[in-house]
């Protein structure tokens, strides 16, 4: 039972233009949402966070919006740079026995110059 | 060094043999996590410790057992090592919880 959700497993954009990715989550007791961003051969880094209080939350060229009646978060990186070429992890928790993090299976994104 | 460290950062065994993994940090956090990372699965967490003699089972803690006897230290032992447990291995910290874990490198362990 796949709680959190990263249907596109890759993506590719040119280089100055917008990498959207997406991820869905069904568990409704989520309520805190995090993006880690990991390089070959290192460990995820932390990347951006939202709360389910906001919809949006900024850090430079990184934007997350969270759509809660539809379950669904994106990570906006504008503008795509190859150095943000990595796999991208969604990870999502909540109250009560949600409090740990649970993550999706990650999507590489390959930022073409 | 600062920060947090695993050793070894590759590791190849045999079926039955037992392994301990060794995470280090030098932050004083008071969580400890350790996820393994297989391809289609992303990141699964394998068991955690909130403070120093407190641990308690993740999402796949089967074949693993931890401890945790110093602040700084999470080590996690695999009893008699299958090939399902070929994987790479993350340990993680954090000072406040669940949220905001720093990862070391990681350990890419095989078993043959």
């Known amino acids: 039972d796949q709680q959190v959700k990263q249907n596109s497993p890759s993506l590719s954009v040119q280089e100055g233009r917008i990498s959207i990715l997406n991820c869905d989550y069904t568990?409704?007791?989520?309520?805190?949402f995090l993006w880690y961003k990991k390089y070959p051969a290192e460990g995820p880094t932390f990347l951006i966070s939202?709360?389910?209080?906001?919809d949006k939350n900024e850090d430079g060229r990184f934007t997350v919006f969270l759509n809660k009646s539809a379950k669904h978060l994106s990570l906006h990186i504008v503008p795509s740079q190859p150095g943000d070429s990595a796999v991208y992890f969604c990870?999502?928790?909540?109250?009560?026995?949600?409090?740990?993090?649970?993550f999706g299976k990650g999507t590489l994104l390959t930022v073409n110059p | 060094d600062a920060g947090i460290t695993q050793s070894p950062r590759y590791k190849i065994t045999e079926t039955g043999r037992q392994v301990t993994l060794m995470c280090h940090q030098t932050?004083?956090?008071?969580?400890m996590f350790w996820y393994r990372q297989d391809l289609g699965h992303g990141l699964r967490l394998i068991y955690y410790?909130?403070?120093?003699?407190?641990?308690d089972k993740g999402e796949v803690p089967d074949g693993y057992v931890v401890s945790r006897s110093k602040t700084e230290n999470f080590p996690l032992t695999l009893e008699s090592a299958t090939r399902s447990q070929t994987s790479v291995y993350f340990c993680?910290?954090?000072?406040?919880?669940?949220?905001?874990?720093?990862f070391g490198p990681g350990t890419r362990l095989t078993v043959t």
């Open positions: 993680a910290s954090s000072d406040e919880g669940w949220d905001e874990q720093y």
């Open positions: 568990n409704s007791m989520f309520d805190y």
């Open positions: 939202i709360s389910s209080i906001k």
């Open positions: 990870a999502a928790m909540g109250g009560g026995s949600n409090y740990k993090l649970t």
């Open positions: 932050w004083s956090h008071s969580y």
């Open positions: 410790s909130a403070a120093a003699d407190i641990t």
